[in-house]
């Protein structure tokens, strides 16, 4: 597999589902591998009449030559992705590394902020500061303990690991805020603080933060189509300006960014995307039997 | 017939007076379907167009044509009847003469210096053009001549406009080409940007085929700067020379309040979303797109015009066009404003807006506009519009879309040490080169938002600058047996070659037609 002269053709090598919603899946691009950053993120296309979608770079090895990313299913796009996204298919396009790489500067003690999908995004970064000789204050924040992942990988990259679930099933029960203030009440010199999840967890974190002045970091997530700067349907407010997430981004400060605005954005095109989801899901309900039946003879045939 | 015409010497009176029209899809049914909307000229109707050119000895329309295409030749072949011929003589200079045909501001191009048109209207060499390059997809032609490797490693960056024509010449000159693009599909603004009705994206896709035929590699999903940079591509990806054309990308906003509700978008992501990704085919293709009801389309360049085309076809009730200046000021391309105003667009000249209304629910209600008025002139010479004082109003709209100029993308910038002037703009000098030793740079990212064929002629130069960098011999240049006797020869090659690895013969007798070089080995005829 570690072939760097094969070109991509956007090949899943490995696939491990975290949850019935949430999977990984690690894709060979040596290309990809080798330029790859922590912070940046790629477009990828399921399938030819599909939607463009960025996803950030949960993992990247430049041995392996293969790209990690890890999807929530909640759309028409990611609902079909779990589906149809098994070891050895392809995706129809993936392009990328996309994005201002993460800036890991001289920070001696970082907080790494993870909430539910975050929590893969943010391990780059963790690894990151570790490797640049930084203290690392891992949080990373799920529902409950059925949905957690990665634990091992923090642990191994973090001098401390706060784990917080909703229930408390795992670590201590409270959102990340709760781990960051904890974080803060016990350490006095936290430099900076990386915050990657959902808009509103990030928008927590970075009122968190606000009032002890800690730098905070963010990585935006909106609507995208071609991911180069050239359809500005990404663009977000930043203290007084108006940014592009994919070309000046995806990395903002935390403590400008109109996060309620970036949330109203959101939802843009929230009417089609569950239009889309139902018909999806109508579609596996009436295609299942189909397929179960068709899947004998053709595995036969091929 | 050449000879019978040249017999009977045409003049401004002896000519068809009126331009042919070319057939056009009725302006009520084409305003709902992606059709394209000029459905091109027949033979008898490019026969008859082509008996309007003069021929005149002055030729102004060559000069007028940012790629020098040889007008009167092909028109004067279509008159012969030999299509074949007039599609040689074309793409001589021109690959893509179906899309040329079709996206080339004309009027202000080789029609609007042509001689017919200080009396009359000009020849429609546009729609004649554009009747070869269909007649050449339909027919299957392409012209691929002879290359002779030349070993050198060319990597474009962009498979837009300028990206194709410098990959096009580069391949001919026996170049190894690759062109980089980040979409999923080549083709740049042509695809993404100008719609079907305009242009197809079948037809860029059969002249995409072409440049494959030359041999050359379209590498799609490949973000460069990011993936590799400007200078890995010259150094350990061994390119010899590099052309970046990619375009300028980055839309404008104007920064009044509510840009960032929903139904606010930049014509780019309407186009894009319409016609690259399909949106208007939801949910068979999965990318949404919120159609407007009522729609203001800010800006009256030619992509103003599609997205308010594209809005109607979309199924919009009204759509309006805003424009702080005046009708004759407006950007677009005359038969793109002319077919806008037959699909029933309402335009409102000398109007600002000021202001995005919110519908209380993140939605647009509607736009709060100013009047404006024509001062001085501005640095552009164009007369400065001023806003009239207490003249605002508003107007019910749920979608605003703003297609009001690009800026430069700065992915080049952010990753590569490429000199870069105030704006953002690649600084290149006459002959388009870089401050990078082998990078070249034309099109959107040099100049700002131009057309397609200004990008295109920016990529030939730029190629033939890359040949010049490479010791290449100019391929372009047809060299004929001494008979003009002007420029010294030395068995029979132009001493001005420095290479004399292809060498071009004149063609044994009949048609002189230039680009039809019969190639030898080098050796064949010695080297001095």
């Not at chain 1, 940014?243 to 990395?251: L, S, T």
């Not at chain 2, 050119?53 to 030749?73: E, N, T």
């Not at chain 2, 629910?361 to 001062?375: A, I, S, T």
């Not at chain 2, 295109?456 to 006797?485: H, Q």
Request: aromatic share 6%; with cysteine; glycine share 10%.
């Amino acid at each position: 597999m570690a072939d760097p002269g094969r070109p991509s053709r956007f090949e899943i090598v490995t696939r491990e589902d975290f949850s019935n919603v949430t999977f990984l899946l690690e894709i060979y691009h040596p290309m990809m591998a080798k330029a790859a950053k922590a912070g940046q993120f790629v477009i990828v296309m399921e399938q030819a009449q599909g939607e463009r979608i960025p996803l950030t770079i949960a993992d990247y090895d430049r041995q392996r030559g293969t790209i990690t990313l890890v999807i929530q299913a909640v759309g028409k796009t990611t609902r079909a992705m779990q589906q149809n996204c098994q070891r050895g298919t392809c995706l129809h396009a993936m392009v990328g590394p996309m994005g201002i790489p993460s800036h890991i500067g001289q920070a001696r003690k970082v907080l790494c902020v993870g909430g539910g999908l975050g929590v893969a995004p943010v391990y780059p970064q963790a690894r990151a500061y570790k490797d640049s000789g930084a203290y690392v204050i891992g949080i990373v924040g799920f529902r409950n303990k059925d949905l957690m992942f990665w634990e091992q990988r923090f642990r191994a990259c973090c001098d401390e690991l706060i784990v917080c679930t909703d229930d408390g099933s795992a670590g201590i029960k409270g959102l990340v805020t709760e781990g960051i203030r904890q974080a803060i009440g016990g350490h006095s010199d936290i430099d900076e603080c990386v915050a990657i999840g959902p808009p509103v967890m990030m928008k927590g974190c970075a009122e968190a933060t606000r009032p002890s002045g800690i730098r905070t970091i963010v990585s935006l997530n909106p609507v995208m189509v071609d991911g180069t700067g050239m359809c500005g349907g990404c663009r977000v407010k930043v203290g007084e300006r108006v940014m592009f997430a994919c070309v000046d981004g995806p990395d903002f400060d935390g403590h400008k960014v109109d996060f309620d605005d970036l949330m109203f954005r959101l939802k843009r095109y929230n009417a089609s995307e569950q239009a889309a989801s139902a018909r999806f899901a109508d579609g596996c309900r009436m295609r299942d039997p189909v397929i179960a039946a068709a899947a004998g003879p053709q595995n036969a045939t091929q | 017939m050449v000879s019978r015409m040249a017999a009977k010497k045409k003049t401004i009176r002896t000519i068809p007076q009126q331009r042919t029209p070319p057939r056009e899809q009725d302006p009520q049914v084409r305003a709902r379907n992606f059709e394209e909307v000029n459905c091109g000229y027949r033979p008898e109707d490019a026969l008859r167009e082509a008996d309007r050119c003069l021929l005149c000895p002055d030729q102004p329309c060559v000069r007028g044509c940012p790629v020098s295409i040889d007008i009167p030749a092909f028109i004067e072949r279509i008159s012969a009847k030999n299509y074949r011929a007039a599609y040689d003589v074309i793409t001589d200079t021109n690959l893509l003469p179906a899309v040329c045909g079709r996206v080339c501001p004309q009027e202000s191009q080789c029609e609007g210096v042509c001689t017919v048109g200080k009396s009359l209207e000009p020849v429609a060499i546009g729609r004649l053009e554009r009747f070869i390059g269909d007649m050449a997809i339909t027919e299957g032609w392409a012209n691929i001549p002879y290359i002779e490797p030349s070993g050198f490693k060319v990597g474009i960056v962009g498979s837009g406009p300028a990206g194709m024509a410098c990959a096009a010449d580069m391949a001919k000159a026996g170049c190894e080409v690759t062109v980089f693009e980040a979409f999923h599909q080549a083709g740049g603004v042509l695809k993404y940007g100008i719609p079907d009705f305009r242009l197809p994206n079948s037809v860029v896709d059969a002249e995409i085929d072409k440049l494959v035929r030359l041999g050359i590699r379209f590498e799609c999903n490949t973000l460069v700067g990011r993936l590799f940079t400007i200078e890995q591509m010259i150094g350990e990806m061994g390119f010899h020379a590099v052309f970046i054309g990619t375009g300028a990308g980055y839309p404008s906003f104007m920064g009044i309040p509510g840009e960032s509700l929903n139904g606010v978008l930049s014509a780019n992501e309407l186009l894009t979303r319409c016609n690259l990704m399909h949106a208007r085919e939801f949910p068979s293709y999965d990318t949404p797109l919120q159609p407007g009801r009522q729609v203001a389309v800010i800006g009256a360049g030619n992509t103003a015009m599609d997205a308010m085309r594209v809005c109607l076809r979309l199924g919009a009730d009204k759509v309006h066009c805003i424009y702080r200046r005046s009708a004759a000021e407006a950007p677009a391309r005359a038969e793109e404003l002319h077919h806008a105003v037959e699909e029933g667009i309402e335009f409102h000249w000398l109007t600002s807006p000021v202001e995005i209304l919110a519908d209380g629910k993140g939605g647009v209600r509607g736009l709060k506009c100013v009047q404006m008025e024509l001062g001085e002139p501005d640095a552009s010479g164009r007369p400065r519009p001023v806003p009239v004082p207490g003249s605002e109003f508003e107007f019910d709209a749920d979608m605003v879309v703003f297609a009001i100029g690009t800026n430069a993308n700065p992915i080049i910038g952010q990753t590569s040490k490429l000199a870069l002037d105030r704006r953002g703009y690649i600084t290149t000098d006459e002959s388009l080169a870089t401050s990078i030793a082998g990078v070249f740079a034309g099109g959107d990212i040099v100049t700002g938002a131009a057309t397609v064929i200004e990008a295109m002629g920016a990529g030939r130069r730029a190629a033939r600058s890359m040949r010049a960098y490479l010791g290449l011999r100019d391929t372009n240049v047809v060299y004929r047996d001494g008979a003009d006797g002007i420029r010294p020869k030395l068995f029979g090659i132009d001493l001005e070659e420095h290479d004399f690895a292809l060498v071009r013969l004149p063609r044994p007798s009949g048609d002189n037609t230039p680009g039809q070089p019969v190639s030898t080995r080098p050796g064949a005829t010695g080297t001095p």
